[in-house]
């Protein structure tokens, strides 16, 4: 199972760069790890939440989870429940990112890090 999230208290960037990654990751399951900024929660519950298929956290099972792809951060401790999955070996972690480095960066087998203005411009030049 490969699994699409982003950091805690998730904004738009990070919901479109969820959107994004799953053009090049389709059987991706996309999670947020937590709660979403004020603005992107009232987006969700009066748009098509639905139509993007988003699941919750607390239906994975996380034994399963054999990739995660990580957009718009790369700290362990802004990923709430993930943070332990991405520091299993056995996890393949991919990143996409546009933020500078930190002290508690991950490191992933694919880091695509740039620095532009929004994660979801790393993903759509990809996607181009």
Known sequence: MEIITTHINA???AMASMIAAKKL???AVMVFPGSQEHNLREFLVESTFYFFNFAKIKDLDFANIQRL?????????????????????EVD??????????ED???GSRE????????????TEIIR
């Open 69 to 89: 792809i990580l957009v718009d951060t790369r700290q362990a401790g802004r990923i709430g429940r993930f943070e332990n999955l991405a520091r299993e070996a």
């Open 25 to 27: 990751y389709p059987e």
């Open 93 to 102: 972690i991919h990143i996409y990112d546009h933020h500078p480095a930190s």
């Open 105 to 107: 960066d991950l490191s």
């Open 11 to 13: 904004d738009f960037d």
């Open 112 to 123: 695509v890090i740039r620095p532009v203005g929004a994660t979801v411009t790393i993903l």
